[in-house]
C-alpha cells in the first residue's frame, strides 16, 4: 500500500511522555494493572493517566481526554472497552499522537463486527499519521526506556535480545523467563491482532536497531509472507533470527485461526521458508531464549567439532548422542592432548572424547582441562558440564537439626561457603576463557540464574546437556549460513562477536 | 549360570544393619560423605562403620573389620581402594554378609587389571552366597527404610516409582530432582559395572515390589538382552517400564563403553525391543521423570481424545501443536458442550478446543470449565494451562520500595495471599476432579514444586505444555500396548488406577 506513514519506532521504544488512556484506581482492571507495572518498572518519562471520572490515579493527576493535556504526547497506550476506541483513537490525533498501543480487545479475533471496527481504526489512524501496536495486545517493553508497559507484571531482565511474539501470552512469558534461562532483552512487541504495523515492520526496525543483537519471533500466521522473508534475508546475514512457529499441525491452526485470527500454513513450507532466508527454526518457546542467550553472548562456533568435558561418565554419554544427532562431531583425543591430560587427571581416565574428569573434584583440575579442550585446535568449540548434582550445602537447610548433632556449626558454614564461592568463580572464569581464545564454551550449570558474573562478561548458561548440545547445534548452522553466502571472511577481518 | 545364589533383595532395600567398610571421619572422602548421608536421612537401623584406624567415625563406635562385629550384618556398603576390596569382601563372607554395595572405582571400567579383580571378586562373593551391586556405584536408596546410601548428597522425595540407572551421575540427580518434577521414589539402584547384579535382575525383583508402581530404568548397554526383554515382557502388562538409552550413535557409545564398560547397540534395534516389550521409550531423563509422575499418579487415558483448556491463546496452539505431532486428537467442541461453556465464559469466546478463557480469570469458573471438560464423554483427557505468568505478587518482593510508595501495605499483603491460596486450591480441586471422574487430568502449573496436595490424592504436575502432552502421549501408549495385548478388560474389572 502506497501513503502509508512510516512508523516512527523511536517514539514507541524511547518515549518521554506517555498518555495511559483507561488508567484506573481499580487494581482488578488492566488500566491500572498496567499503569502499576509501568510504575514499578522504573520508567523515568512523564505519564498521564487519561480518565474522565477520576482525580488522580495511584497519585497521578487524571485528564478526562488526551487532548486536555498540555504537554507533547510520544505515545498513547488505550485500555478502555472497544466501544470506545474510536474515540479516543481521534482525540490521539487531534492530540498530535504518532504512535499508539491498543490493549483493547474485541477486535478482528472475535468476529465480523470486531473486524470492521479494527479496519476502520486502523483506516482512520494511518490517514492521520498515527501507527498502531494491535489491538489486542498484551503491550511492549523496552530496556532503554525503562518502560514495562505489559498487561502480566514480568520484570525483564536487560540486555541485547528483542522479541516479537503474535502471542501475548508466549512472549510476555517468555520476557519473564529472562533470569531464568540469563536472557536479557532490549524490545519486545506483543503484534496482538497486528490490525496496522505486523511483524513484517517491527523486523524491519530491529534488523536496523543497533541495541538488538538477535532476534526472537513468535509467529502463528503471516500477513504478507514475501515482505517477510525478503525482510528476513537481508537481515540474518548480520543478525541472527530465530523463529518458533504456532500452527504447525490441523489442531494448532485451527487453535491459530481462532485466536489471533492468522492463516497458519502447511509447517513444511514454512520450515524451508525459514530456513532459504537463514532464520533458526527453534522448537520450543525455551529452545528460543537458550538460542538467544547463546547467540547474543558468545563468539561463533567455526565448525562442527565439539569436546565435551564431564564430571559425570552418563552425561557425557548422553551429550555425545545429542550432539551425533545434531551432526556435530565429538572427535577422538589425539596423542598431544591426552598427555597434557594425563598430568591432570588420575591414571585410569578414559582418554576419550567425552573428557570424563572420574572423581577429580578440585575447581583447579576442571579449569586446567577446561583450558586445554578449548585452546585444542582440533575442536571448534566445548560443552562443559559442570555435574548436576545438588551439592551438600544445598540439602543441609533441610536437615539442619540432623547435621547439627553431626558436625561442628563452622564445618557447615564453611561447607556452604565453600560451595558458592566455588560456583561463582567457575563461572566467571568459563568467561575469561571465551574472550581469551574466541571460541564458544557451553557451559551447563547446575542452576543458570544462580551464578551470574558482570553483564558486559557473561556468557549463555544452559540447564540441560541436552539444551546446551542444541545451542551448540544452532550456532554451528548460524555460522554455516553465514558461510555459504560468503560473510565469515568479512567477519574475521572485523573481528568482533557480531557485527 | 547354574549355582548363582538368589540375591536377597529384601536385605538389600530393608536391611536392619548396615557395615560401612571404609567409614571415615575426614567429610573430604566418600566413607564420611555416605556415612553422613545415610545418617542425615534419618536411618533408623544399626550402623556399624568398619575403620581399623578410628575410634569412632561421626560419633558411632569404630570396628577393625567387619568380622569384629557381634550384632548380626544385613547389608554392608564396600568404600575403600580397590586393592583392599579383596580382603574385605573374603570377610563379609566370612561374618555371613549377603548383600554388598561396591561402591569403590577402578574395576572393569579402568581396563584389564580392574576387569580380573571385579571378576574375582564377583566368583568369590557368588560361590559364598554374597551378592553384589557395583562395583563403582554410587549407591543405593530406599524409602520403606530411610536409607539414602548415596555418595551425592540428595534427599529423595518418597514415593512409588522406582529406578535403576547405569550411570549413578544421572540416576542420583534424577533422584534429587523428585522434588521439581513431583515424583515421589520407592527405591534407587545405581548399577556400576554390574560386574555380579545387573539390571535384568532389579528389573525382575522391581517388577514383583507391591511398593513399586513404575520402573524407571536408565541404559547403556545390556549384558544379556533377552533375558532383559523377556523378564520386561512379563512386567509391562501390570507395571508401566519407562526406559531411556544412552549411547544411541557413535559418539555416544564410544563414550558408554569407556564409562560402564557397556557395549551400546544400534539405537533402532534397541527401539524395536523396547516397543515389542511394552517399554516406553523416552528421550531425556527429565521426560522419564515426568512420564513416571503420570504414570504412578494418573488415570489411565483410555484414547486418544484430548480437551484443552487454556488462559492463553498462544499456550492453547503450542499444546495442539504438540498434541496432532504425538498422533493425539484435539476434537472440536459439539453443541451442547458449547452451550454449557456460554455460561462460563464471554460472548466472543472462540468455541473451539482448545477452549481459550480469553480474560476470564476467575478460578470458580477455571474450575468449571474444567470440569465440564473432564466429564465430556467426546474426550478421555483434559491438558489444563493454568496460565504460566507469574503474578503481581510474584515481583512485588522485587520492587518492594516502588510498590510501598504506590499501594497500601494491606493491599500488597492480600494480593500475595489471594495468589498463593488461589494455586493452592486448584491444584487440590484438580486432584478431586481425577478422582471423581477417573479420567487423567494433565495440569501445567506455574510452579509445579509450589503446589502439591497431601500424598494420596496429588497428581503430577507438568512444567511445560509440550511436557503435558508428551506425558499424555506415553499415557496413551501404554493404554494402547496393554488394550492390545488384552488387559483392559481385566483392568477394567478390576476398576483400580493401576493393578
Redesign the interface.
Known amino acids: 500500500m502506497t501513503g502509508i506513514p512510516e512508523p516512527n519506532f523511536d517514539l514507541l521504544f524511547n518515549p518521554k511522555s506517555i498518555a495511559l488512556i483507561g488508567g484506573s484506581n481499580n487494581?482488578g482492571k488492566w488500566g491500572a494493572?498496567i499503569f502499576?507495572n509501568i510504575?514499578?518498572?522504573?520508567y523515568p518519562g512523564r505519564l498521564y493517566p487519561v480518565n474522565p471520572k477520576e482525580e488522580k490515579i495511584?497519585?497521578h493527576k487524571a485528564y478526562g481526554r488526551v487532548t486536555q493535556i498540555s504537554d507533547p504526547v510520544d505515545l498513547a497506550i488505550i485500555a478502555i472497552p472497544a466501544h470506545l476506541t474510536r474515540e479516543s483513537v481521534q482525540d490521539c490525533i487531534r492530540k498530535g499522537v504518532r504512535m499508539a498501543v491498543v490493549i483493547t480487545?474485541?477486535f478482528s479475533?472475535?468476529?465480523e463486527e470486531?473486524a470492521r471496527l479494527e479496519k476502520e481504526l486502523t483506516a482512520m489512524a494511518r490517514a492521520a499519521g498515527l501507527r498502531l501496536v494491535g489491538p489486542n495486545t498484551m503491550g511492549i517493553f523496552s530496556a532503554s526506556a525503562s518502560l514495562t508497559a505489559l498487561m502480566?507484571?514480568?520484570?525483564p531482565k536487560k540486555g541485547s535480545v528483542s522479541l516479537v511474539?503474535?502471542?501475548?501470552?508466549?512472549?510476555?512469558?517468555m520476557l519473564?523467563w529472562g533470569e531464568k534461562f540469563a536472557v536479557g532483552f532490549s524490545k519486545y512487541v506483543s503484534g496482538g491482532n497486528e490490525g496496522d504495523l505486523r511483524s513484517e515492520d517491527y523486523l524491519g526496525f530491529l534488523g536496523q536497531d543497533p541495541e538488538t543483537r538477535v532476534i526472537l519471533l513468535?509467529i502463528?500466521g503471516l500477513d504478507d509472507g514475501r515482505e517477510f522473508f525478503e525482510k528476513a534475508k537481508k537481515i540474518t546475514p548480520h543478525k541472527p533470527i530465530i523463529a518458533f512457529k504456532?500452527?504447525?499441525?490441523?489442531?494448532?491452526s485451527?487453535?491459530?485461526r481462532?485466536?489471533?485470527g492468522a492463516m497458519a500454513g502447511v509447517r513444511e513450507i514454512y520450515e524451508a521458508a525459514f530456513r532459504q532466508a537463514g532464520i533458526l527454526w527453534a522448537s520450543?518457546?525455551?529452545e528460543m531464549l537458550e538460542w538467544g542467550a547463546a547467540l547474543s553472548s558468545l563468539p561463533p562456533l567455526r565448525g562442527n567439532r565439539v569436546a565435551?568435558l564431564t564430571?559425570?561418565?552418563?552425561?557425557?554419554?548422553?551429550t555425545?548422542?545429542a550432539?551425533?544427532?545434531l551432526g556435530l562431531?565429538?572427535p577422538?583425543l589425539d596423542g598431544s592432548i591426552i598427555r597434557s591430560l594425563d598430568r591432570l587427571l588420575p591414571s585410569?581416565w578414559?582418554?576419550?572424547?567425552?573428557v570424563?574428569m572420574?572423581?577429580t573434584i578440585s575447581t583447579e583440575s576442571y579449569m586446567e582441562c577446561l583450558e586445554l579442550l578449548i585452546s585444542w585446535n582440533q575442536v571448534d568449540g566445548v560443552i562443559s558440564l559442570s555435574?548436576?548434582?545438588?551439592?551438600?550445602a544445598?540439602?543441609?537447610p533441610?536437615?539442619k537439626e540432623?547435621?547439627e548433632a553431626?558436625?561442628p556449626p563452622e564445618?557447615i558454614e564453611n561447607?556452604a561457603q565453600k560451595v558458592s564461592t566455588g560456583r561463582t568463580q567457575i563461572y566467571q572464569r568459563v568467561c575469561e576463557l571465551v574472550r581469551k581464545y574466541q571460541k564458544p564454551i557451553f557451559a551447563v550449570g547446575p542452576n543458570a540464574e544462580g551464578a551470574s558474573g558482570p553483564a558486559d562478561s557473561a556468557v549463555a548458561q544452559f540447564r540441560?546437556p541436552?539444551g546446551a548440545a542444541k545451542a551448540t547445534g544452532a550456532l554451528y548452522q548460524y555460522y554455516h549460513y553465514r558461510k555459504a553466502i560468503g560473510m565469515e571472511e568479512e567477519k574475521k577481518r572485523n573481528n568482533g562477536i557480531m557485527e
Open positions: 487494581i494493572i502499576l510504575l514499578l518498572g522504573g495511584l497519585g480487545s474485541d479475533e472475535t468476529g470486531g502480566p507484571p514480568v520484570r511474539s503474535q502471542s501475548g501470552n508466549i512472549g510476555t512469558q519473564g513468535y502463528e504456532g500452527g504447525r499441525t490441523p489442531a494448532g485451527r487453535a491459530a481462532s485466536h489471533s520450543t518457546p525455551e565435551i564430571r559425570g561418565g552418563g552425561w557425557g554419554v548422553i555425545a548422542d550432539c551425533n544427532e562431531e565429538v577422538p585410569y578414559s582418554r576419550g572424547n567425552p570424563d572420574v572423581a555435574g548436576h548434582a545438588g551439592p551438600l544445598q540439602i543441609i533441610d536437615v540432623r547435621a553431626i558436625l564445618q561447607i540441560s541436552e
